[in-house]
């Protein structure tokens, strides 16, 4: 068993793999490499078999159809049973370089998932904007990191957390609603090196929409273990 996986969700990321899993292993030698081809029609799939069959400790696992990036994601974190587990992007704009500096976060044993704070003109003002007021408004009604983002480190406590919860699949907010300590460290993320982002505009709004469930069970739950005074005393 590897001591770290990380988990990667692909879709239209053939050209970046190689060179993505090159400095996964560089920046954490003996890492685990969960490869999730979210059924990409357009070669990833293939991309990242190839690459498992030459690099060892490479896992690929597959949908069968497209389930969306959250749905892979779950499906990658089940995949594994490492100590810890990193999630992030597969086009390169989460640098793998930072893995160690969430590692060693976490490993200070005050918290159960490390974020990657988001740093860097990486996005158009449009988006940029849409994606700080998702944050802040999870950072105000979860109490994460308001700079938390998808590129994240977790403990087993936390993942098993996770992938225990029902509802919609949206990483962020159900570890949110985990409970659990969280903190974050900046990273810069780099421009898309290839391609056009994958995730348009109604996506983003369905990936917003997704945390909703989350936030209002998490609220439910703290509602019901608020202390009770006892009028009938």
Request: glycine fraction near 10%; proline fraction near 7%.
């Amino acid at each position: 068993m590897a001591d770290v996986a990380v988990v990667l969700p692909l879709y239209e990321n053939a050209r970046t793999l190689a060179e993505l899993v090159r400095r996964c292993r560089a920046a954490v030698p003996g890492i685990e490499v969960v490869l999730v081809d979210d059924a990409c029609p357009s070669g990833s799939g293939r991309a990242a078999v190839h690459l498992a069959a030459d690099v060892p400790d490479v896992t690929v696992v597959r949908h069968d159809e497209n389930r969306g990036q959250q749905e892979a994601i779950r499906t990658g974190l089940a995949a594994t049973t490492a100590t810890v587990r990193v999630v992030m992007d597969a086009d390169l704009q989460d640098p793998p370089e930072a893995i160690p500096d969430l590692l060693t976060a976490l490993g200070a044993g005050a918290v159960d998932a490390v974020f990657a704070g988001r740093r860097g003109s990486y996005e158009g003002p449009l988006r940029r904007v849409g994606g700080v007021a998702h944050r802040a408004l999870l950072a105000m009604t979860l109490g994460l990191p308001v700079d938390a983002g998808g590129f994240v480190a977790m403990t087993t406590r936390c993942a098993d957390a996770v992938l225990a919860m029902d509802g919609p699949p949206q990483l962020v907010a159900m570890i949110g609603r985990t409970g659990l300590p969280t903190c974050s460290v900046p990273v810069r993320r780099a421009a898309r090196p290839v391609g056009d982002s994958t995730i348009g505009r109604r996506a983003r709004l369905r990936h917003a929409v997704r945390a909703v469930p989350h936030v209002r069970r998490a609220w439910a739950a703290r509602l019901d273990q608020r202390p009770r005074s006892d009028h009938g005393a």
